[in-house]
């Protein structure tokens, strides 16, 4: 039988070496098979027809990555989440066709973005969206990858003004690598007033100045990135052992960053007090 396994997992920096697995190295997807085999749902990678959706880059976050494995065992989520670390959680899953494979049945990707808000132009900066919004060659706003092709579709770029961020709301169906930070890049030039529409134009049109590019936006702490869900036909069935494990990791991903944020503020306020004596 096949299964599609829905994944939620924080992709930290500090932590993880990215989603792709590596020899020797601390990954997302290393976890994951390893927590397959200890859980005895496969023995090896290829017998199992394993296979992923995408693959996050070191520090990306996901709320819906999903893989997919063939076995003869009866899936049982709870078990798999026993052998993964806290910060990786199975928590839906969907028995599918023996054909399926999670990146090239998927309908459609859903990234956010969010970053500190600056003042930034959100009229130009939406302006921008549009003009990226359909079928292009996104070669400019690539890392390269010689073997693919650069044409892509964005269905919908959404920018958000929640007091003191901004949100980017990203859908296409598919992504090219780095493809969606270098994309934030050029819409937060145009918010800055360092890029015109036209310069954004000619990026698309593949003649640009030399001194028109774009670099991936950060995901080190000024700036989060998110895989939020990726479209299938289908709808996946939640495990409530998996929805449950979950919340507790957000609960206390919330409860760390309120303390941190709490006692950063006394830090600030007592070396503002040394500066007004």
């Not at 927590?35 to 709320?63: C, F, Q, W």
């Not at 066709?97 to 500190?116: I, M």
């Not at 919908?156 to 994309?183: G, T």
Request: glycine share 4%.
């Amino acid at each position: 039988m096949r299964y599609a396994l829905k994944l939620c997992y924080f992709g930290n920096s500090e932590e993880y070496e990215g989603f792709q697995r590596q020899e020797n190295k601390n990954t997302i997807e290393g976890n994951i098979l390893d927590a397959l085999k200890k859980a005895k749902l496969i023995e090896e990678v290829d017998s199992a027809n394993y296979a992923a959706a995408g693959r996050t880059d070191r520090g990306v976050h996901a709320l819906s990555q999903v893989i997919a494995i063939s076995t003869p065992e009866k899936l049982i989520i709870p078990a798999i989440n026993s052998f993964l670390p806290n910060n990786i959680v199975v928590w839906a899953e969907k028995v599918v066709d023996e054909k399926f494979h999670p990146r090239y049945d998927a309908f459609s990707r859903y990234y956010r973005y969010y970053t500190s808000y600056a003042n930034e132009n959100l009229d130009l900066m939406r302006e921008g969206a549009l003009l990226l919004e359909g079928r292009h060659d996104f070669k400019l706003f690539r890392k390269k990858q010689p073997k693919k092709s650069p044409i892509r579709e964005i269905f919908q770029i959404r920018i958000e003004k929640k007091d003191p961020f901004l949100i980017f709301h990203i859908m296409a169906n598919s992504f090219l690598w780095k493809m969606v930070r270098r994309i934030i890049d050029a819409l937060l030039k145009i918010g800055e007033l360092q890029w015109g529409l036209e310069d954004l134009k000619s990026l698309l049109n593949l003649n640009p100045k030399p001194n028109i590019y774009t670099t991936p936006r950060p995901i080190n702490g000024l700036g989060a990135l998110i895989l939020w869900d990726i479209e299938y036909p289908f709808k996946f069935q939640v495990d409530p052992n998996g929805l449950t494990r979950v919340k507790m990791l957000l609960y206390y991903h919330l409860s760390e960053f309120a303390l941190k944020g709490y006692y950063t503020k006394d830090i600030f306020e007592f070396f503002n007090s040394i500066n007004e004596k």
